[in-house]
């Protein structure tokens, strides 16, 4: 971040900071995407898919769904079918609870403990091309699709997780979540849109990081920008403030893959 | 993992002015970039598109190091007869992509 930029940043913070946070969720009904705070050009670029770079990932994502991977000599083809069938609402319903695991794991972890478990393969790294690849794919065959993350009750715990972690003030600007974007999500911070931070589009390409990113880096993107300790990508707190996010869009059309600036 | 997407309408009345898209997958990694131990990031970036029509060069565009990663290109262009487009991406390191669409003039 720029010296000025940073400068900003902490004014702007230290006036939120001093306004009371009000803790008052959004109304459903007032409820936006992220894409109604675009420009027009980068909502065009959004809505046209030969000009959407994130198909390009999409489409790299189709090839992987269909490549056999690992000892076990399977492709997720193989147990799932064609993707465009099998795979449609199920990003919509992440994250979800893995009873192995005992808790919830997002698309990513559910990616790669297919990988671990039934391709006999290496888990894909955190952010790489064909993690987000794949993830992309199964997010695109739910485009258009209401979120329904967080429907199953043995989630509850980690959605009022998720949620204490949205509302607690954390790192050396002291800032919650919520102070941005429940309270102040129709204004701006330096020249941007602060948004409402529904997780409508993931994984997105992000015009800012000429590449698509995932949920967990976005949420890392902004835990840095309040200079906190930035969750671990899969950890338990990063899939506890995922589930809520999804959870307070709940109902909201599925976007992937969006465009963002 | 090169991936291509081409926009080309499937048909188009004679005369009429279409417009292509193309969209190519490439980092275009601009060469002036240092990592974070300072050492500079080596150019790599697509350095033309061309596009011919049946056999004929109708569109070339030469790229530079400012361009942003998975470059968006369209233009326009005359339907004349029907026939294949074809387009080819060159680049740094070797890199050649191609694509085809085909179009029907009525």
């Known amino acids: 971040m720029s010296g000025w930029r940073a400068i900003l940043a902490v004014a702007v913070a230290a006036v939120i900071a001093a306004l009371p946070a009000h803790a008052a969720e959004i109304p459903t009904d007032a409820r936006r995407s992220g ?9 065009a670029m959004q809505d046209d898919d030969s000009a959407n770079p ?7 994502g189709e090839a992987l769904w269909n490549a056999k991977a690992g000892d076990a000599g399977k492709a997720c083809a193989d147990c799932h079918g064609d993707g465009s069938v099998s795979m449609t609402g199920v990003a919509a319903r992440y994250p979800a609870l893995d009873p192995a695991l005992g808790r919830p794991v997002d698309l990513e972890g559910r990616i790669n403990l297919c990988r671990t478990r039934h391709q006999q393969a290496s888990p894909f790294g955190n952010e790489s091309r064909e993690l987000l690849a794949l993830s992309a794919f199964i997010g695109r065959q739910s485009r258009g699709q209401p979120i329904t993350a967080g429907d199953d009750p043995a989630l509850a715990p980690s959605v009022a997780r998720g949620h204490d972690l949205f509302m607690q003030r954390q790192g050396q600007l002291d800032l919650a979540c919520a102070n941005c974007h429940d309270d102040n999500w129709d204004k701006h911070l330096a020249g941007s849109a602060i948004t409402q931070g529904q997780p409508t589009g993931y ?3 992000r015009l800012e990081w000429q590449s698509m990113g995932s949920l967990s880096r976005r949420i890392r993107g902004c835990m840095t920008g309040v200079r906190a300790q930035a969750y ?4 338990p707190d990063m899939v506890a403030l995922e ?3 999804m959870s307070r869009a709940k109902g909201m059309a599925m976007e992937t893959p969006a465009v963002r600036p | 993992m090169a991936s291509a997407l ?15 898209k193309t969209l190519m997958s490439h980092i275009m990694e601009t060469g002036y970039r240092r990592t974070a131990a300072g050492e500079l990031v080596p150019r790599d970036i697509i350095t033309s598109l061309t596009c011919r029509f049946n056999g004929a060069e109708i569109f070339r565009a030469d790229l530079f190091p400012a361009i942003a990663a998975n470059p968006f290109l369209s233009f326009f262009t005359v339907a004349t007869e029907s026939g294949n487009f074809e ?9 050649v992509a191609t694509a085809s669409a085909a179009i029907s003039v009525e």
């Not at chain 1, 994130?54 to 790299?60: A, I, K, P, Q």
């Not at chain 1, 671990?232 to 950890?235: I, Q, T």
């Not at chain 2, 309408?9 to 009429?16: E, I």
């Not at chain 2, 080819?88 to 070797?94: A, F, L, P, R």
């Open chain 2, 6 to 20: 081409v926009n080309v309408p499937a048909k188009a009345k004679r005369g009429a002015v279409i417009e292509i």
């Open chain 1, 203 to 205: 994984p997105v390409y």
């Open chain 1, 232 to 235: 671990d990508f899969g950890s």
């Open chain 1, 35 to 43: 894409t109604t705070f675009m420009s027009s050009e980068t909502k």
């Open chain 2, 87 to 95: 387009f080819e991406w060159i680049g740094d390191n070797g890199f």
């Open chain 1, 54 to 60: 994130g198909m390009l990932s999409v489409l790299d």
């Open chain 1, 243 to 245: 589930l809520y996010l």
